[in-house]
Structure formats: structure tokens, C-alpha cells
């Protein structure tokens, strides 16, 4: 019995609401094995809870320290947070930590009202270097969602006080993206030191589109989209709230969200006129205005040369190698991968694809100096599915062996993965740092919210620690080119410094703490003869990139004051110089001999570096005049690095909350009980049968708990006329890898003829378990199996009867039987290109097995081939999918059960066994990003199929599919519209059909489906 219709709308509501997001020197210590997945019967692994006035923080006991952050920061946030929304919920607010998770990140769901912190922290830029707390601006941007989301006021948000808390985020359906997200990017940037409002590289996703007049429109700003900037949502809605407060006061967004409740359905534009008095569009023209007035200034800067090929894509600052230039990116025709560039004579952007590879994130990753190695981090999840807190998510390195001669030559498959090799397993390990000979391996390890530098053994995986500060998060991890060196950056609670140590033993050789500039970012080490450190620097907003001098006097290392290398219009993050004794270095410099200027030069180099465009990230190049850089003087003594204000620079770390310990008295036992989140009336219209025209009236109502571990959905019907009840009781267990689900479950149906009433009653039970998932670079695959049971009794009573009457009558037929169900799914899939429409390539095989007292069975495999050749243009790959079904049933009903694309014709043949033959072209039309008052596409792609049965069918079926991936605000659907053909074999006495058919899913299935047949001839 599917859920009914009513709670469609709060069916999708969890399906994405969640997506609301967001030491001592150790050298001398032991080697550490590869740690496993824990086993979640560990007392440190028991969930307690400690509720304040405000908060119900809810954790496992070995997460005790960030719960104690989280503690300390309770008050303050609320107050700041609550203020700043103008709300103070009555409840308490349940905060959930977990700390089990590989990646940074955190969210809000209404499905029980609640909000998630991960532990884990940032090793990327993307938060902002100034962020003192990384705890602190998770919470505030959460806790926000919370606020903004739950609030009990206009049409949805009223009734909740009555109907349930998950209504009042209903209204949520109708909001576009840039409306959810932007309160909490510029709350969590206001509220808390740092956040991506305070990011030069959440604002140079700004300054690009501006400064190249390709700015996208309002519309775009309220859908995800394929192209840059990538969570376009949160870059849009941090510009356009801040304009809205800025312009219109700081209870402008407050009396927007107001206006929008009370009407939701009629959009946010209504909101806007009535808050601005201009329409929607003025109002982000005025927006669009303002930020050219403020980067104005910038057009002056230079704007450098791209070296990465143009168009949609993120193309990632490369390192130097024997072979050429080798980096990251991802290519939207060819996806995710090692890419090598060799530069010429005409700088022409032809970059090759050496290893298809999707890194946990997009710094990664790591090459040795030769070009014939790399090594990347890549995500996983073991002992649980979806939900953080049934599964342990960890980064495992794994070692490539990149071909001499790129994707030419594997025939132009660019989804062929390459030869790798496993290095760890259970650990949480990213920026791996390869020595230039490829003989050793460091990496900087996730632990708890801070990270820890560790060196890996490349044969056993063991992991022995390097340098773990206190209260510190890593980044941008690599070697000296002698080897002896590593370098990267220290966040110490929001000042971020470049620190040197040494790479055998970890102890630190220098640091440059910022003065003048704010921050730095992905430093490297260069020997040109003298070694020179190059890094990119924040000055104000701006980043530019920045080198000093390396010495070495008595032992000691020595770092002298930053100098300027080049500045570029929007962005220059980081860089390095063409190494010396190259053909292009050498032509360069010989160009330039004798020129005005010529003696105050110390040399001429063509500097490659990290930048942005309005397509996403690229790189580029510039020819630069560099200054002699003056030696360092050492230091009069020892004295702390200077202490900046939070907004122009670093924090002083001493200005972060003290976590005091948590009172043993008020920790509690924690109970993941399902919570009522929503109940509503029901009416259902009866059509067809005795009982036409006839109600079905009652109630719905649905429960989960924080931890996602217990779902209950409840459906209770009744006929008044009929005197007929029914329903469903569904209640879902998700306790760890397995997933349990119950079904109680009545229905009623009536028949004119003959005339009959039929009750059946259902209760079953099922379960599914992820068997295995092997993530490797270029491809993964996994195994799921599920097994069940169905007891199923039909009573059939002729004329229309009560539900007593049906019990009671002696001409009842009652039948019953016991149905099981097996299921098997095995699947292995490359890792694809954004253009691939369709999903990357995969062979896919899944085995259904029905048995009863009818012995019945369904059996599918499907397969789908690489791409047979390129198309030309932007339509991606050609991709043809064949499929295979057989099915059985001792009643002659087979044919009824063969899964036609169209959902099949009439068929009147019987039989007990039969099976169904399919062939299937598709081509991607390509990714869009095209939006108009809420709606929005962000791809296509068209399908051609041939279905021929096997069990003396004498016809054949083909059609046509257009596919469209849609969004309404927020929510994500799938639309497919196609038109079959039935035609007969020659000589066949079936006559010629047709049918147009419309589907339209959400993330997992269809929520509406309905086709068109010709009346009969």
C-alpha cells in the first residue's frame, strides 16, 4: 500500500533538508598500525546526553571534547543567534555531534527538527583562514537553519502549533536557494570570527563573474547548478542578504522571511516587492551595480594568460614534473582527473587525462617528481549506509602508476581506470605529499576537529606521527625538491602561518607568521639555486602571491619578510616560477637582455599560478621581473608572532573559549526515540466500484528519531458509507549496515462485476544490508543484498460489505499465503564527467527471487558498456545500454510481469515463463542552466530503445525518451516524457499500437506516472 497522497509533500521534505549545510613534538614515536572500522560496542561509543536551558547536545562519550566546545559556546550563541533572527524557540534545540566522519560539514533537517555538527574540520580554504573556531561557526550556521526554518508564523509555520514542527518547514519547498542559504553564510560570518564571508576564495567567486560581465541572473541564484561557482546558493545568498541588510536595514531579512511565510506559495518575488518596493530583478540589478562599484577598482590589476582550456571546469594549480606540468581537475567533458600539460612554444591548453580519480577533495593529492607515480585520498564508508551516525566514514591513500602516454594511448577510453594499489585502510588521511623521488610519503591526518602531520609507509600503510600542535588544523602538505623539508600552514584558532619543519623528524625549522597580510596559503619550497619559499598571501581581500628567502645560517632557518610577486584582478592563491634551464625560461630571459631596467632586475621568470574565472578554477601564467630578495636577518630573540584585529588578520588564539570539563552528574544516557514531527487529516475520493463517489476520511502521522535510526509512518482510513477501515503501520530500524523495515497494512477494494468486496490484510517484514563497497581511483563497486517476508490474507465476500460483515459471512473465501523475497544488486561504475548525463559508465547485474506458495521469480541484468565513440560538441558520450529480464509464474502470468520502458501494452497472452530483450542508445544533450520564476533545468539527454519479448510475442517495441533533470527551488527532479511503439512481426495478428507515457521522480523514485493510449480502432 504506497503512502497517501496527502504527506506527498512532506515526503520529500527530509529527501533535501538535510543538504542545509555546511601539540608536543612527536618524532620519536612509534610506528601506528592501520587502524580498522571500531566496533560500535566500545563504552566510549555510547550515546549520552546533557541538556542546558537551550540545547539538548547529544554525542557519542569519545566525542567529549568537542561537546564540551560546544558547551562553552552554548550561551553566547544562543543569545547572538536568536537576536539575530528575532526567535526564541520554547524547545530545547537537539544538537547531534558526530565525530566518525571523514569530511567537514554539518546540517539542519526537519525530520525530527534538529541540527548535526560534524567534527571534523576544513583542511581546505573554503571556510577562511580567519575562522578561530571551526565548533563555533558550524553551530552558528546551523543553529540559524534552525531558527529560520522552524519558525511557527504564516501559512505553513501557524498551523504547526497544532499539526506538528515539520509543517512549518513546508514552506521551504517554495523558497529558492539562495534564500535558505544565505542567512546562515553572512549569520555564521558576522556571528563568529572568520566564516566564508571573511574568505577571499569564497569572494573571488564574486569578483569573477562581475569583472568579466557574466554575472548570473536571480533566477540562477536559486537552484544548485552544474557550473561555477560550485554552491552557487550559499556565494548568491551571502551577496544578496548582505545587500539587503546593508541597503534596507538589519531587519530587512526578517521582515522578508515574514512576508514570504505568510504566502509562500506565491514565491519570493511578492516577498521582495513588498520588503523593497522594487521588483526582484531591480532588486539584484542594484546588487549587481553595487559589487561593480566596489571591484571597480580591480580592473586595473593585471588579468594574466590561461593556460587551462577554457570553458566550464576547475582546473587546479599543477606541479612540476620530468614530463610537464601534472594537476588535478575537473574537466565537464571528461571528468575528474590527473591531467598532464607540457608547455610549447605556443603555450597551446592542450591538457591529456592520465588517471581518471575523484579525490576526497580537490588538494588531495600528490606526484613524484618523475611524473610516474601518484597518490590520492579517496572517501569511504564502512558499517553504515547514509545516516553518520550508523556508519564510520574515513580517506584512505591509494597509490597510482600514471601511463606514459595518456589517455592516446588507452585508445581514447577516458573512463579506463589505471593500475593502483591500496596504501591504508581506516584512517582519515589527506594533502599526501610524495618526497620528489617517490621513496616516502606524508600526509596530514583528521583528528577530532584538529589535524596531525604523519609520515605513511608506502609498502605497509603504517602510520607514524611527525608534528601534532595543539589545538591546530593542517593544510597544503609538500616537500622540499631536496626532500629534506616539508612545508604547510598551521591554522592555530584562526592565525594562519607557514611553518618548515623537518621531514624526517618533524621538528619545526622556521615560521612566518603574518604581519602585514593576513594569511598564507599553499606554500612550496623552491631551490633556484637558492631556496626560496613562494606562497599565496591575503592582503585585505586580495590574494596575490607572495615569496621570501629560505637561509640557513648556523644551523638555523631563517624566513625573510614577504615579498610581492604579482598580483592578479581577481585571484593569485598560489604559485611557482618556470624551473631554471628550461627552453622557455631560457628564450625568456635571453628576450629581455639590454632592456631599460635591466641591471635592477635580479632575474626574469614566467611564473605559473592559481586564479579564478567565471567558468570555475584555472590557471594561468604571467612573465615577471623579479626583484633580488634581501636576505633574512635573524630574530633579536624569541618573541610570539604580532596579534592582529580578527577581521584584518589573526585572532589572538588566546581569545578562544576555554572548554571547561563536563560535570559527570548531568550526563545522561542518550534514547534515540522516534519524535512526532507532523499529523494531518485525510480524505480520499473513491472512483470505479461500488463505493463510488464515497470518502475515505482519517489521519496521517509520521515519527523519526534524531539519530535517523527509527522512522514511523502511520495511515488510518475509514469508510463511513462502506463501514470499511484501512491503513498502514510502516516502522523502519536503522541500527548500523542493516536496514529493517516493518509493514502492517489493510485495504479494501469493490468490484460491479460480479459484484465483490475485497479485504486484504498484509504484515511483513524486510530487510537490506550493504554487503561490501570497494572505492578505488577511477572506479568503485559495491554489493547489497535484502531478504523479507510477506504474509498476506485476502478475504472476498460477494456484494458490498462492512468490514464485520466480511468476517461474519459464511459465503466469505478467505485465501492466505506466506510470500519471501530475496535480493541481490552488484555493481561497478567508473567514475564519470559531468556531461555524462546518464551516469558514468557501469556494469550493474540485480537478482530478484520471489517464492510462495506460487512459486513465482523475477531475475534482471543490466549492463551498461562504455561509450562506443566521443560526439562532437558539448553532448557528451555516446552510451548503449543493453538489458536482459526473465521472469516466471506456474499462474501464466509472466508476460504481465516484464518491465517494459513504457510500462508495456495490453497483453493477453499467458504463459509461465518469459523474458524480455532490450537495447538502448543514449545520448546526452547537455548540461544547462537555464531557470525562470523557480524553475530550472540543469540537463538533458535523449534515449532510443528496441524491446523485443521471448515468449511467443510476435511483436517488438520501440521508443523514444527525453530525459530532463529539473529543479523547483530546491528540490531536485528527474522528468521523463516518451512515446512506444508495438510493432507486429510479419504475418502476426496483433495490430499496431501506440502510447505516450510521463514519469517524474525525485532523488529515488517516481512520484507520478501516467501515459496516454489511443482509443481502440
Given at each position: 500500500?504506497?503512502?497517501?497522497?496527502?504527506?506527498?509533500?512532506?515526503?520529500?521534505?527530509?529527501?533535501?533538508?538535510?543538504?542545509?549545510?555546511?601539540?608536543?613534538?612527536?618524532?620519536?614515536?612509534?610506528?601506528?598500525?592501520?587502524?580498522?572500522?571500531?566496533?560500535?560496542?566500545?563504552?566510549?561509543?555510547?550515546?549520552?546526553q546533557?541538556?542546558?536551558?537551550?540545547?539538548?547536545?547529544?554525542?557519542?562519550?569519545?566525542?567529549?571534547?568537542?561537546?564540551?566546545?560546544?558547551?562553552?559556546?552554548?550561551?553566547?550563541?544562543?543569545?547572538?543567534?536568536?537576536?539575530?533572527?528575532?526567535?526564541r524557540?520554547?524547545?530545547?534545540?537537539?544538537?547531534?555531534?558526530y565525530?566518525?566522519t571523514?569530511?567537514?560539514?554539518?546540517?539542519?533537517?526537519?525530520?525530527?527538527?534538529?541540527?548535526?555538527?560534524?567534527?571534523?574540520?576544513?583542511?581546505?580554504?573554503?571556510?577562511?583562514?580567519?575562522?578561530?573556531?571551526?565548533?563555533?561557526?558550524?553551530f552558528?550556521?546551523?543553529?540559524?537553519?534552525?531558527?529560520?526554518?522552524?519558525?511557527p508564523?504564516?501559512?505553513?509555520?501557524?498551523?504547526?502549533?497544532?499539526?506538528?514542527?515539520?509543517?512549518?518547514?513546508?514552506?521551504?519547498?517554495?523558497?529558492?536557494?539562495?534564500?535558505?542559504?544565505?542567512?546562515?553564510?553572512?549569520?555564521?560570518?558576522?556571528?563568529?570570527?572568520?566564516?566564508?564571508?571573511?574568505?577571499?576564495?569564497?569572494?573571488?567567486?564574486?569578483?569573477?563573474?562581475?569583472?568579466?560581465?557574466?554575472?548570473?541572473?536571480?533566477?540562477?541564484?536559486?537552484?544548485?547548478?552544474?557550473?561555477?561557482?560550485?554552491?552557487?546558493?550559499?556565494?548568491?545568498?551571502?551577496?544578496?542578504?548582505?545587500?539587503?541588510?546593508?541597503?534596507?536595514?538589519?531587519?530587512?531579512?526578517?521582515?522578508?522571511?515574514?512576508?514570504?511565510?505568510?504566502?509562500?506559495?506565491?514565491?519570493?518575488?511578492?516577498?521582495?516587492?513588498?520588503?523593497?518596493?522594487?521588483?526582484?530583478?531591480?532588486?539584484?540589478?542594484?546588487?549587481v551595480?553595487?559589487?561593480?562599484?566596489?571591484?571597480?577598482?580591480?580592473?586595473?590589476?593585471?588579468?594574466?594568460?590561461?593556460?587551462?582550456?577554457?570553458?566550464?571546469?576547475?582546473?587546479?594549480?599543477?606541479?612540476?614534473?620530468?614530463?610537464?606540468?601534472?594537476?588535478?581537475?575537473?574537466?565537464?567533458?571528461?571528468?575528474?582527473?590527473?591531467?598532464?600539460?607540457?608547455?610549447?612554444?605556443?603555450?597551446?591548453?592542450?591538457?591529456?587525462?592520465?588517471?581518471?580519480?575523484?579525490?576526497?577533495?580537490e588538494?588531495?593529492w600528490t606526484?613524484?617528481?618523475?611524473?610516474?607515480i601518484?597518490?590520492?585520498?579517496?572517501?569511504?564508508?564502512?558499517?553504515?549506509?547514509?545516516?553518520?551516525?550508523?556508519?564510520?566514514?574515513?580517506?584512505?591513500?591509494?597509490?597510482?602508476?600514471?601511463?606514459?602516454?595518456?589517455?592516446?594511448?588507452?585508445?581514447?577510453?577516458?573512463?579506463?581506470?589505471?593500475?593502483?594499489?591500496?596504501?591504508?585502510?581506516?584512517?582519515?588521511?589527506?594533502?599526501?605529499?610524495?618526497?620528489?623521488?617517490?621513496?616516502?610519503?606524508?600526509?596530514?591526518?583528521?583528528?577530532?576537529?584538529?589535524?596531525?602531520?604523519?609520515?605513511?609507509?608506502?609498502?605497509?600503510?603504517?602510520?607514524?606521527?611527525?608534528?601534532?600542535?595543539?589545538?591546530?588544523?593542517?593544510?597544503?602538505?609538500?616537500?622540499?625538491?631536496?626532500?629534506?623539508?616539508?612545508?604547510?600552514?598551521?591554522n592555530?584558532?584562526?592565525?594562519?602561518?607557514?611553518?618548515?619543519?623537518?621531514?624526517?623528524?618533524?621538528?619545526?625549522?622556521?615560521?612566518?607568521?603574518?604581519?602585514?597580510?593576513?594569511?598564507?596559503?599553499?606554500?612550496?619550497?623552491?631551490?633556484?639555486?637558492?631556496?626560496?619559499?613562494?606562497?599565496?598571501?591575503?592582503?585585505?581581500?586580495?590574494?596575490?602571491?607572495?615569496?621570501?628567502?629560505?637561509a640557513?645560517e648556523?644551523?638555523?632557518?631563517?624566513?625573510?619578510?614577504?615579498q610581492?610577486?604579482?598580483?592578479?584582478?581577481?585571484?593569485?592563491?598560489?604559485?611557482?616560477?618556470?624551473?631554471?634551464?628550461?627552453?622557455?625560461?631560457?628564450?625568456?630571459?635571453?628576450?629581455?637582455?639590454?632592456?631599460?631596467?635591466?641591471?635592477?632586475?635580479?632575474?626574469?621568470?614566467?611564473?605559473?599560478?592559481?586564479?579564478?574565472?567565471?567558468?570555475?578554477?584555472?590557471?594561468?601564467?604571467?612573465?615577471?621581473?623579479?626583484?633580488?630578495?634581501?636576505?633574512?636577518?635573524?630574530?633579536?630573540?624569541?618573541?610570539?608572532?604580532?596579534?592582529?584585529?580578527?577581521?584584518?588578520?589573526?585572532?589572538?588564539?588566546?581569545?578562544?573559549?576555554?572548554?571547561?570539563?563536563?560535570?559527570?552528574?548531568?550526563?545522561?544516557?542518550?534514547?534515540?526515540?522516534?519524535?512526532?514531527?507532523?499529523?494531518?487529516?485525510?480524505?480520499?475520493y473513491?472512483?470505479?466500484?461500488?463505493?463510488?463517489?464515497?470518502?475515505?476520511?482519517?489521519?496521517?502521522?509520521?515519527?523519526?528519531?534524531?539519530?535517523?535510526?527509527?522512522?514511523?509512518?502511520?495511515?488510518?482510513?475509514?469508510?463511513?458509507?462502506?463501514?470499511?477501515?484501512?491503513?498502514?503501520l510502516?516502522?523502519t530500524?536503522?541500527?548500523?549496515r542493516?536496514?529493517?523495515?516493518?509493514?502492517?497494512?489493510?485495504?479494501?477494494?469493490?468490484?460491479?462485476?460480479?459484484?465483490?468486496?475485497?479485504?486484504?490484510?498484509?504484515?511483513?517484514?524486510?530487510?537490506?544490508?550493504?554487503?561490501?563497497?570497494?572505492?578505488?581511483p577511477?572506479?568503485?563497486?559495491?554489493?547489497?543484498?535484502?531478504?523479507?517476508?510477506?504474509?498476506?490474507?485476502?478475504?472476498?465476500?460477494?456484494?458490498?460489505?462492512?468490514?464485520?460483515?466480511?468476517?461474519?459471512?459464511?459465503?466469505?473465501?478467505?485465501?492466505?499465503?506466506?510470500?519471501?523475497?530475496?535480493?541481490?544488486?552488484?555493481?561497478?561504475?567508473?567514475?564519470?564527467?559531468?556531461?555524462?548525463?546518464?551516469?558514468?559508465?557501469?556494469?550493474?547485474?540485480?537478482?530478484?527471487?520471489?517464492?510462495?506458495?506460487?512459486?513465482e521469480?523475477?531475475?534482471?541484468?543490466?549492463?551498461?558498456?562504455?561509450?562506443?565513440?566521443?560526439?562532437?560538441?558539448?553532448?557528451?558520450?555516446?552510451?548503449?545500454?543493453?538489458?536482459?529480464?526473465?521472469?516466471?509464474?506456474?499462474?501464466?502470468?509472466?508476460?504481465?510481469?516484464?518491465?517494459?520502458?513504457?510500462?508495456?501494452?495490453?497483453?493477453?497472452?499467458?504463459?509461465?515463463?518469459?523474458?524480455?530483450?532490450?537495447?538502448?542508445?543514449?545520448?546526452?544533450?547537455?548540461?544547462?542552466?537555464?531557470?525562470?520564476?523557480?524553475?530550472?533545468?540543469?540537463?538533458?539527454?535523449?534515449?532510443?530503445?528496441?524491446?523485443?519479448?521471448?515468449?511467443?510475442?510476435?511483436?517488438?517495441?520501440?521508443?523514444?525518451?527525453?530525459?530532463?533533470?529539473?529543479?523547483?527551488?530546491?528540490?531536485?527532479?528527474?522528468?521523463?516524457?516518451?512515446?512506444?511503439?508495438?510493432?507486429?512481426?510479419?504475418?502476426?495478428?496483433?495490430?499496431e499500437?501506440?502510447?505516450?507515457?510521463?514519469?517524474?521522480?525525485?532523488?529515488?523514485?517516481?512520484?507520478?506516472?501516467?501515459?496516454?493510449?489511443?482509443?481502440?480502432?
Open positions: 500500500m504506497r503512502r497517501p497522497g496527502a504527506a506527498l509533500l512532506f515526503a520529500l521534505l527530509p529527501a533535501f533538508l538535510p543538504a542545509f549545510l555546511i601539540a608536543p613534538d612527536v618524532s620519536a614515536s612509534p610506528p601506528v598500525p592501520a587502524a580498522e572500522a571500531p566496533s560500535t560496542d566500545l563504552p566510549d561509543n555510547r550515546w549520552v546533557v541538556d542546558t536551558d537551550h540545547f539538548r547536545v547529544i554525542y557519542r562519550e569519545r566525542d567529549e571534547a568537542a561537546a564540551r566546545e560546544v558547551l562553552a559556546l552554548a550561551d553566547r550563541v544562543w543569545r547572538d543567534t536568536t537576536r539575530h533572527m528575532t526567535y524557540p520554547r524547545e530545547r534545540v537537539p544538537v547531534v555531534i565525530g566518525n571523514a569530511r567537514a560539514n554539518g546540517f539542519f533537517t526537519p525530520y525530527p527538527p534538529h541540527i548535526a555538527l560534524f567534527v571534523s574540520s576544513p583542511v581546505g580554504p573554503w571556510l577562511g583562514a580567519r575562522t578561530r573556531s571551526w565548533i563555533e561557526t558550524v552558528v550556521h546551523e543553529l540559524i537553519h534552525y531558527l529560520h526554518l522552524t519558525q508564523i504564516g501559512f505553513f509555520g501557524s498551523p504547526s502549533r497544532i499539526f506538528g514542527p515539520l509543517l512549518a518547514s513546508a514552506g521551504t519547498v517554495f523558497m529558492p536557494g539562495w534564500a535558505v542559504e544565505g542567512v546562515a553564510v553572512h549569520g555564521e560570518s558576522h556571528l563568529a570570527p572568520g566564516g566564508r564571508g571573511d574568505n577571499p576564495f569564497f569572494e573571488m567567486q564574486a569578483v569573477a563573474p562581475i569583472l568579466e560581465n557574466r554575472m548570473y541572473s536571480y533566477d540562477q541564484a536559486g537552484f544548485s547548478s552544474p557550473y561555477a561557482p560550485y554552491g552557487r546558493i550559499y556565494t548568491a545568498g551571502f551577496l544578496m542578504v548582505d545587500y539587503l541588510r546593508r541597503e534596507y536595514g538589519d531587519d530587512a531579512f526578517t521582515d522578508l522571511n515574514r512576508r514570504f511565510q505568510q504566502a509562500p506559495f506565491l514565491g519570493m518575488r511578492r516577498a521582495i516587492r513588498l520588503t523593497t518596493g522594487i521588483p526582484a530583478r531591480e532588486f539584484f540589478h542594484d546588487m551595480v553595487d559589487l561593480q562599484e566596489q571591484y571597480n577598482w580591480r580592473r586595473e590589476l593585471p588579468r594574466g594568460t590561461g593556460i587551462s582550456p577554457p570553458g566550464p571546469g576547475n582546473w587546479f594549480l599543477p606541479v612540476e614534473t620530468d614530463r610537464g606540468m601534472i594537476g588535478w581537475a575537473l574537466d565537464y567533458d571528461r571528468g575528474p582527473g590527473l591531467y598532464l600539460w607540457e608547455p610549447t612554444a605556443d603555450m597551446e591548453r592542450n591538457w591529456r587525462l592520465l588517471a581518471p580519480v575523484a579525490p576526497a577533495e588538494w588531495s606526484v613524484d617528481r618523475s611524473g610516474g601518484a597518490v590520492v585520498s579517496l572517501g569511504s564508508m564502512q558499517g553504515g549506509g547514509l545516516a553518520p551516525a550508523t556508519g564510520e566514514s574515513y580517506a584512505d591513500l591509494f597509490l597510482l602508476e600514471l601511463p606514459a602516454d595518456g589517455e592516446t594511448g588507452r585508445k581514447g577510453d577516458r573512463h579506463r581506470p589505471v593500475p593502483s594499489r591500496r596504501i591504508t585502510t581506516g584512517r582519515r588521511l589527506f594533502h599526501p605529499a610524495l618526497a620528489p623521488g617517490g621513496d616516502r610519503l606524508a600526509a596530514l591526518e583528521r583528528r577530532g576537529s584538529y589535524t596531525r602531520l604523519v609520515e605513511v609507509d608506502l609498502d605497509t600503510g603504517e602510520v607514524r606521527p611527525l608534528w601534532e600542535p595543539d589545538r591546530t588544523t593542517l593544510s597544503a602538505l609538500s616537500y622540499s625538491p631536496c626532500g629534506s623539508l616539508l612545508v604547510l600552514t598551521a592555530d584558532r584562526g592565525r594562519q602561518d607557514v611553518v618548515v619543519l623537518d621531514a624526517k623528524t618533524g621538528r619545526e625549522r622556521a615560521r612566518l607568521a603574518p604581519d602585514e597580510l593576513g594569511a598564507y596559503h599553499f606554500p612550496r619550497i623552491l631551490e633556484r639555486p637558492e631556496r626560496e619559499l613562494w606562497y599565496g598571501g591575503e592582503d585585505g581581500r586580495e590574494l596575490a602571491l607572495y615569496r621570501s628567502l629560505l640557513e648556523d644551523e638555523s632557518l631563517h624566513i625573510s619578510a614577504p610581492l610577486v604579482l598580483r592578479d584582478r581577481v585571484a593569485a592563491w598560489a604559485g611557482f616560477p618556470l624551473a631554471h634551464g628550461t627552453e622557455e625560461a631560457t628564450a625568456w630571459d635571453r628576450g629581455h637582455e639590454g632592456h631599460e631596467g635591466h641591471e635592477n632586475v635580479h632575474e626574469r621568470r614566467t611564473v605559473y599560478y592559481g586564479s579564478y574565472t567565471a567558468d570555475g578554477y584555472s590557471v594561468k601564467r604571467a612573465e615577471i621581473a623579479l626583484p633580488r630578495l634581501v636576505r633574512p636577518a635573524p630574530p633579536p630573540g624569541d618573541h610570539p608572532p604580532p596579534t592582529l584585529d580578527p577581521v584584518a588578520g589573526p585572532v589572538d588564539p588566546a581569545a578562544a573559549p576555554v572548554a571547561p570539563a563536563i560535570p559527570p552528574g548531568i550526563v545522561r544516557p542518550y534514547r534515540d526515540i522516534p519524535r512526532p514531527v507532523l499529523w494531518l487529516p485525510q480524505a480520499f473513491r472512483s470505479g466500484g461500488e463505493d463510488e463517489g464515497q470518502f475515505d476520511l482519517g489521519v496521517f502521522a509520521t515519527a523519526a528519531s534524531n539519530l535517523g535510526r527509527h522512522t514511523v509512518d502511520v495511515s488510518v482510513l475509514y469508510n463511513p458509507s462502506a463501514h470499511q477501515p484501512s491503513g498502514l510502516q516502522y530500524w536503522a541500527p548500523g542493516t536496514r529493517w523495515s516493518v509493514l502492517l497494512a489493510q485495504e479494501y477494494r469493490t468490484y460491479r462485476d460480479p459484484p465483490v468486496t475485497e479485504l486484504t490484510s498484509s504484515a511483513g517484514v524486510f530487510a537490506t544490508r550493504s554487503l561490501w563497497i570497494d572505492q578505488r577511477g572506479f568503485h563497486r559495491a554489493l547489497a543484498g535484502g531478504a523479507g517476508a510477506e504474509y498476506r490474507s485476502v478475504a472476498l465476500t460477494p456484494g458490498s460489505s462492512s468490514f464485520t460483515s466480511v468476517l461474519e459471512d459464511r459465503e466469505t473465501r478467505v485465501s492466505q499465503e506466506i510470500e519471501y523475497r530475496l535480493l541481490l544488486r552488484l555493481l561497478r561504475a567508473r567514475t564519470g564527467a559531468p556531461r555524462d548525463f546518464f551516469g558514468p559508465p557501469a556494469r550493474e547485474v540485480t537478482t530478484r527471487l520471489d517464492l510462495g506458495p506460487r512459486i521469480s523475477t531475475t534482471g541484468a543490466i549492463m551498461r558498456m562504455h561509450p562506443l565513440r566521443r560526439v562532437s560538441g558539448p553532448a557528451g558520450a555516446l552510451q548503449v545500454v543493453p538489458a536482459a529480464y526473465l521472469t516466471t509464474s506456474d499462474a501464466g502470468a509472466a508476460p504481465e510481469r516484464l518491465p517494459y520502458r513504457s510500462g508495456g501494452f495490453t497483453e493477453k497472452k499467458r504463459a509461465d515463463t518469459a523474458g524480455l530483450g532490450r537495447i538502448e542508445i543514449r545520448v546526452p544533450l547537455g548540461l544547462h542552466d537555464a531557470a525562470w520564476r523557480g524553475f530550472a533545468t540543469t540537463g538533458s539527454g535523449i534515449g532510443v530503445y528496441l524491446e523485443q519479448a521471448v515468449a511467443g510475442m510476435d511483436y517488438a517495441v520501440t521508443g523514444m525518451e527525453v530525459t530532463m533533470d529539473l529543479f523547483f527551488n530546491m528540490v531536485p527532479l528527474r522528468m521523463t516524457g516518451g512515446a512506444a511503439l508495438r510493432v507486429p512481426h510479419p504475418g502476426s495478428a496483433v495490430e499500437d501506440w502510447l505516450l507515457y510521463l514519469r517524474l521522480g525525485g532523488p529515488g523514485a517516481d512520484v507520478l506516472r501516467a501515459d496516454h493510449r489511443p482509443l481502440p480502432r
